[in-house]
């Protein structure tokens, strides 16, 4: 068996050498992220491994099937860019990594909504230049507010338990309910009745189309004045210039955002003293009460080394036994 592995950076060499070691499978690491130009490496290989988040074109799997590779894993969750009925058609199995780290997202949601409610980078910028009085920027505690989640699966429910150790009061709502979170009693029927009570509100939902833009003009009219907002998701569960708007009136206090609409050619970029063309972003990026992370909230050691492994054992799984335990369904 030989597995091929695209998009491979060096922090993530070590974990493949282990596994690689431990499982006794050659696995060749590719620098460069998947395209049509470079799949021609994959002949002779039994199974493809990847993350990227350029779309994956179909002539990648017209390909690898042509190859005869019908094993695909990703080393991420998301799968918003993964051609499912080209896949389907060539009768290729997907897998993804859905928890290489529920708390490494979490976590980093928790940190910047603190720093923003304890002023941190207006202390900062204050501080800086000299001025270490308190006022104007009096804080916020946690323990006297409602976080409402949107979206109670895995990376949700790890950030609740962090919030409810603030003490914060949580109301949630998902279309698929956890049972425990029913039976605490946690869920609102409609997203309006979350916008109304929540102080912060937080995004774990993932990017199906129906949920583009969720957070609107009208959205963020239905939500309290001087509500925060977390988006540790996608960046397409935001509309950027209704958030602007939101943000220039008032009605959002503040925003902690890892993730942007057009992120790609933006994130994980060094820009150095080159300006960023994107006047929404800029917009953004420039304000004290906006946190923005380039979509590193995933960029732990415990993470990349789980979403390392984990995809390459999904991978071995799809050669041996044409299954996985993180198989996606392309329905
Ligand atoms: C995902 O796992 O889908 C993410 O959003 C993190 C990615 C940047 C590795």
Redesign the pocket.
Known sequence: MKIIAYGIRDDELPYLKEWEEKNKIEVKAVQDLLTTDNIDLAKGFDGVVA?Q?KPYSDGIFEKMNEYGIHAFSLR???VDNVPFETLRKFNINLSNVPAYSPSAIAELSVTQLMALLRRIPEFESKMKSGDFRWAPDIALELNQMTVGVIGTGRIGRAAMSLFKGFGAKLVCYDVFRNLEIEKEGLYVDTLEELYKQADVITLHVPALKDNYHMLNDEAFSQMKDGVFILNYSRGMLIDSESLIKALDSGKVAGAGLDTYENEVGIFDIDHGSQAIDDPIFNNLYNRENVMITP?SA?YTKTAVKN?VQIALDNNKSFIEKGTAENLVSLD
């Open positions: 993350y988040q991420n969750v998301g979509h995933f979403m």
